[in-house]
Structure formats: structure tokens, C-alpha cells
């Protein structure tokens, strides 16, 4: 039964409250890897930040998106965890600075993903070899955008990767009570507040905002990562569900014992694990472009 309904309306706090519980999580972390090159940049209309490594594969592109509820966030608060995809897999990146609520609410997020895939695509760039990637609530919006991309017929992206993603914001997952006391970074009510600022009166189940709801018939290769102790881990089970009720190649791994976002902690074999089985994807399912 989905947890939308509830009486806790009344704990309800503000924007600034909530931006700043997600800005204590990011301070966790850490510095983004050695070696990385961050760099402002547009795709159109978009901004975002390129971010390059020193070894890295031509002719492919991670087009990212942040996490953060879809109401706080940036592409530099999650240089860490694009670093270490990029370092791991050799690909560059472009992280999105998509609009946030809930000054800018649903479905803007997804209309700025596309236009940067869009924006991509006109500056002769394969789909083939895109990637679309996120964590949290980006990693819900990799699969929106995704969505959008087959709905509008679009060449479709080399794959999709989520890590941890945001992808009901009904929040009727049992791990969401089940976790609550294993998982130590996010919590019900953060994620219920989210929700209300994104969605303002739009339904929570709209695939478009729960790709958890959506078909995924037709759609490029996914791989999703989570952690078996987090409240998003039946979010990474629903994905999963979807893809392979529509027999699309699918990939969810569940981490034993892991939290949320655990890749940031590359102390952690499970976390080297992790990074190494997603560069593996990202490398597999971009084919890289072949200069004319």
C-alpha cells in the first residue's frame, strides 16, 4: 500500500530545511578523485559541467544527473561520485544542472534532460554511445529522460545506469519501513518532503516521475546498483521488475550489508566491486563514435 496518504503532513517544514539536511549528506562525500578536470559548460539552453579524466576513452559520453530530492543539488556537490564513475570506466562525463523545485517543479527536471540529450544528438554525437546515468532522485531522472527519449522517438541512449535511484515517489517499497533504522542517510519524511515540493499536485505514480510505473518496453540495456541496507532498495527491485516484464536486458544488483550511494567509500571492496561492474556496463554498451 503506498505511503502517499498520510497524516505526518502536519512535520512538514520548509524548503531551506530540507536543502539543508541534503547539504549535511553531501558533505559526506568527500573530494572527487585526483586527476579529474571539471569544466562549466551548455548542451543548448542546459548548463551543466563537463568533467574529463586524464586517461579517458573518445567517442563516449556519461550525460549525468544529480541527486538531491529534485530539490537541491548540483553537478559540483556530486563531483565525487561522477569522478569516480569517470575514473573508473575512462568515459567523460556531462553533468546536468537541471531546474530544481520548488521554484521549477515536474515535470521541468525531465524536460531539461531531454533537451540536453537533444542538444547532444545536434552536435553529431551517436546515441549509441551515450550513457545515461544518476543516483537518487537523478538516477530516477536518468530513467524518466530515457522514457521521454523512446516516447518522442528519438534514437535511444547505449544504456541506462542507476545508482541507488529514486523511482517511486509514492514511497510504497517496503524497504522504506523496513530500513528505516538500517539506513543511515536517508529517511522517509526527507524523501516525503522531496516529493511534495517536486510533484506540488501532480500524480506520484505518473512514469514520468515514478519510471518504477512505467513500461520499458523497447528500452536501451539497464544496470542498476543499490545497497541492501537502504530504503531505496525496492526501488532498484521495481526498475528491475519493469525491464524484465518488457524482456529489456537488465542488470540489478543488490549489495549485501551497503547503504546508500556505498561507492563513494572505495575503501570498501563492495564499493570497488560496484564502480568495476558499472565501467564494465558503461564501456559494453557505448559504442564509441568513429571520427569521419
Known amino acids: ?23 549535511a549528506l553531501f ?13 562549466p559548460g551548455k548542451l543548448g539552453a542546459i548548463p551543466g559541467e563537463w568533467v574529463g579524466a586524464a586517461r579517458q576513452e573518445p567517442g563516449r559520453t556519461i550525460l549525468y544527473f544529480h541527486g538531491g530530492g529534485f530539490v537541491t543539488g548540483s553537478p559540483q556537490s556530486h563531483r565525487a561520485l561522477v ?46 554511445s551515450i550513457i ?14 530515457a522514457l521521454a527519449v523512446r516516447n518522442a522517438g528519438l534514437e535511444l541512449p547505449g544504456g541506462v545506469v542507476g545508482l541507488s535511484p529514486w523511482a517511486d515517489l509514492s514511497l510504497s517499497g517496503t524497504s522504506m519501513l523496513g530500513n528505516r533504522k538500517a539506513d543511515t542517510v536517508l529517511d522517509w519524511e526527507l524523501l516525503f518532503l522531496s516529493a511534495r515540493h517536486y510533484l506540488r499536485k501532480s500524480n506520484p505514480c505518473d512514469a514520468y516521475a515514478s519510471p518504477a510505473y512505467a513500461a520499458f518496453t523497447a528500452f536501451p540495456p539497464i544496470m542498476v546498483h543499490a545497497g541492501a541496507n537502504e530504503i531505496l532498495r525496492d526501488d532498484a527491485s521495481k526498475l528491475g521488475d519493469r525491464a524484465a516484464d518488457a524482456n529489456a536486458a537488465v542488470s540489478v544488483e543488490i549489495y549485501d550489508g551497503m547503504g546508500h550511494l556505498f561507492q563513494l567509500d572505495t575503501s570498501r571492496n563492495e564499493a570497488k566491486v560496484s564502480l568495476s561492474r558499472l565501467a564494465q556496463f558503461i564501456l559494453a554498451k557505448s559504442s564509441a563514435m568513429v571520427a569521419a
Open 27 to 39: 558533505a559526506r562525500f568527500g573530494p572527487a578523485p585526483e586527476g579529474m578536470d571539471f569544466s
Open 132 to 145: 545515461l546515468a544518476g543516483d537518487e532522485a537523478g538516477g530516477g531522472l536518468a530513467f524518466a529522460v
Open 83 to 128: 569522478g569516480k564513475l569517470v575514473q573508473a570506466s575512462g568515459v567523460g562525463a556531462f553533468s546536468v544542472q537541471y531546474r530544481l523545485a520548488p521554484e521549477v517543479f515536474f515535470p521541468a527536471a525531465v524536460r531539461d534532460g531531454i533537451d540536453a540529450y537533444r542538444a547532444l544528438l545536434a552536435r553529431g554525437v551517436a546515441a549509441s
Open 1 to 23: 500500500m503506498a505511503l502517499w496518504s498520510q497524516t505526518q503532513a502536519k512535520s512538514l517544514t520548509g524548503i531551506e530545511d530540507v536543502r539543508a539536511r541534503y547539504a
